[in-house]
């Protein structure tokens, strides 16, 4: 029986991909309200992923959370609220967005 995978996994995969690619283009440093503004304008969101969690947008709330375990990866850097991709981050990019995020899911303690 095929395993099925969740609507949050795919919105994460989805957004991580974006945010990391953002990230990559002329090795750009942007704050949360920049990336969540340029993925707003750029990543074609579902109706389930668009709707509101109490006070926060679904696909908002996945990215944040996130954003958190790429860093944990090693794919991120956030210092003083700016992320910046890294060169690990890079070499993940090329992996293309399932494979770059089984990386990240490796490192999720269980």
Excluded at 1 to 23: E, G, N, P, T, W
Excluded at 70 to 93: D, F, S
Aim: charged share 30%.
């Amino acid at each position: 029986m095929a395993r099925r995978i969740s609507k949050s996994y795919l919105c994460a995969v989805k957004c991580m991909y974006a945010l990391v690619k953002f990230l990559d283009e002329e090795n750009r440093e942007c704050s949360r309200p920049e990336i969540f503004e340029h993925m707003q304008r750029h990543v074609n969101f579902t109706y389930w992923e668009s709707e509101h969690m109490g006070s926060t947008i679904r696909w908002q709330l996945i990215t944040r959370n996130m954003a958190y375990h790429y860093q944990r990866a090693g794919l991120l850097t956030r210092r003083e609220e700016v992320y910046r991709i890294t060169p690990k981050g890079r070499e993940a990019l090329e992996l293309g967005a399932e494979a770059m995020q089984r990386e990240v899911d490796a490192t999720i303690p269980t």
